[in-house]
Every structure is written in structure tokens, then in C-alpha cells.
């Protein structure tokens, strides 16, 4: 079974920070880009943040560009996403994905996904 596992969210107030973690298992993920994901509820799930294999490409969203940071560490198997600076509008469950290949921002592309993780932003 492969499994991807998200940890780390919460509630936190506005302006404060929250790092997410993502644990993979059941499979090698070598040479996959690793993404963050996020769905609000009523709303559509939209792309957030990548990182490359070798975690030398980052891409974000627009809306997080400069407040989120997207790591990885291939030795431990784990992705992490630094929530700063965070707005309410950033209330969402946040799912981790893995993507063999395709465009960072196509999400049909990513086949794998964690159960998400709650992040909660009060004003």
C-alpha cells in the first residue's frame, strides 16, 4: 500500500505560522515531484506549492508566493510545507501529493494523495 501522510496542521491565529509534514511509505518515490494541495470548503482543490526530486525547482501559487516555503528531505522520505504569515483566507485541509510526471500545476497528473491535514486561521 502506498501511503502518503500529512501532520502538522492546527489552529492558529492570523499572522502566525505552522510547518506541515508529509511521510511517505509502501514505494520508492524517487524521481517524483512532490506537491501541497489545498480545498476549502466549497470550493475547488487548488495547487499550492512543488518541489523536484532533487528539490532544486520550487514552484507556488500566486496567493502563497513568499509567505509558504516547500521542502524536502529524500533520506527521511518527508515533504514539508512552512505556512508564514498566514491570512484566514489560507483556512483549508491541506493534502499532500506525488506526481511521476506532467506539469507541476496539473493536478489530474499527481496519483497519489495523503488524507489532508486541517489548517485553521482565526482573524
Known amino acids: 500500500q502506498v501511503q502518503l501522510v500529512e501532520s502538522g496542521g492546527g489552529l492558529v491565529q492570523a499572522g502566525g505560522s505552522l510547518r506541515l509534514s508529509c511521510a511517505a511509505s509502501g514505494r520508492s518515490f524517487s524521481g517524483y515531484r512532490m506537491a501541497w494541495f489545498r480545498q476549502a470548503p466549497g470550493k475547488e482543490r487548488e495547487f499550492v506549492a512543488a518541489i523536484s526530486w532533487g528539490g532544486g525547482t520550487k514552484n507556488y501559487a500566486d496567493s502563497v508566493k513568499d509567505r509558504f516555503t516547500i521542502s524536502r528531505d529524500n533520506a527521511k522520505n518527508t515533504v514539508y510545507l512552512q505556512l508564514n504569515s498566514l491570512k484566514p483566507e489560507d483556512t483549508a485541509v491541506y493534502y499532500c501529493?506525488?506526481?511521476?510526471?506532467?506539469?507541476?500545476?496539473?493536478?489530474?497528473?499527481?496519483?497519489?494523495w495523503g488524507q489532508g491535514t486541517q489548517v485553521t486561521v482565526s482573524s
Open positions: 501529493a506525488a506526481q511521476g510526471s506532467g506539469t507541476y500545476y496539473e493536478i489530474r497528473r499527481y496519483a497519489y
